[in-house]
């Protein structure tokens, strides 16, 4: 099983309320990644980071914002929340010295916002 | 065009039967193949890699063909926990962040 996880797994807020979406992995895995995927959809790479003090937008474009200050830790944060905002969020990370990149997900964070 | 493409399904089949599910790559350097399972309203996890050699585990068979650029699942004697979205993932360059997954195959296994 990974080492992963994600808090909160569900959370229900207001339009214009800063929110965090909290994410760490006891793997000590370099490379970690945040996704949104809306139902039934496929996932979308909003953010990822190669290890501490780097990070990178991903495909999709996305008002959020995250943080890499410790390898275990990546946070992820909505500013002002809106309704389009509304999806699942799944965070990810790998090992650098994998040349496979295989991933390994928490299990994400739902949210929906009023 | 899609980096990775999957029929969507859903495919519904019986308990017992053997179903196959193919996916296309368009990015003909990509270096590692993978096929990853979702629940519905879970995570991805990984199933398992793919090599051109194939690649058995179980009831599972997976497949890959560099030369047609697509990947394969066969699953044999299907089960009810089968039941599942099939994610074909590709990595384009040995030990890149980059990781494409497609956008799955959704299976229904049926008693």
């Known amino acids: 099983e990974a080492d992963i996880y994600q808090t909160p797994r569900y959370l229900v807020i207001g339009t214009g309320k800063k929110i965090t979406l909290e994410c760490s992995q006891t793997?000590?895995?370099?490379?970690m990644y945040w996704y949104q995927q809306d139902p039934g959809m496929e996932l979308h790479l909003i953010h990822y980071?190669?290890?501490?003090?780097?990070?990178e937008k991903g495909d999709l474009s996305s008002e959020s914002t995250v943080s890499r200050i410790r390898t275990e830790h990546f946070p992820l944060t909505l500013e002002s929340a809106r309704p389009s905002h509304t999806s699942q969020y799944l965070c990810?990370?790998?090992?650098?010295?994998?040349?496979?990149?295989?991933?390994?997900f928490g299990a994400g964070t739902r949210l929906s916002v009023l | 065009r899609k980096e990775v493409e999957q029929d969507p399904g859903p495919f519904n089949v019986p308990e017992g039967a053997t179903v196959a599910f193919n996916c296309t790559y368009s990015?003909?350097?990509?270096?590692?193949f993978f096929w990853y399972r979702q629940d519905c309203r879970k995570e991805p996890k990984l199933l398992m890699s793919?090599?051109?050699s194939g690649n058995e585990d179980g009831r599972f068979t997976a497949q890959l063909n560099r030369a047609s650029q697509y990947i394969s699942l066969l699953i044999r004697d299907s089960k009810l926990s089968d039941s599942a979205t099939y994610l074909c993932?590709?990595?384009?360059?040995?030990?890149?962040?980059?990781?494409?997954f497609g956008a799955g195959t959704r299976l229904f296994v049926k008693a």
């Open positions: 990810a990370s790998s090992e650098r010295g994998d040349a496979k990149n295989i991933q390994y």
């Open positions: 793997m000590g895995h370099d490379k």
């Open positions: 980071s190669y290890g501490v003090n780097s990070t």
């Open positions: 990015n003909s350097a990509s270096q590692s």
């Open positions: 793919v090599y051109s």
């Open positions: 993932v590709v990595t384009p360059h040995t030990g890149g962040f980059k990781t494409i």
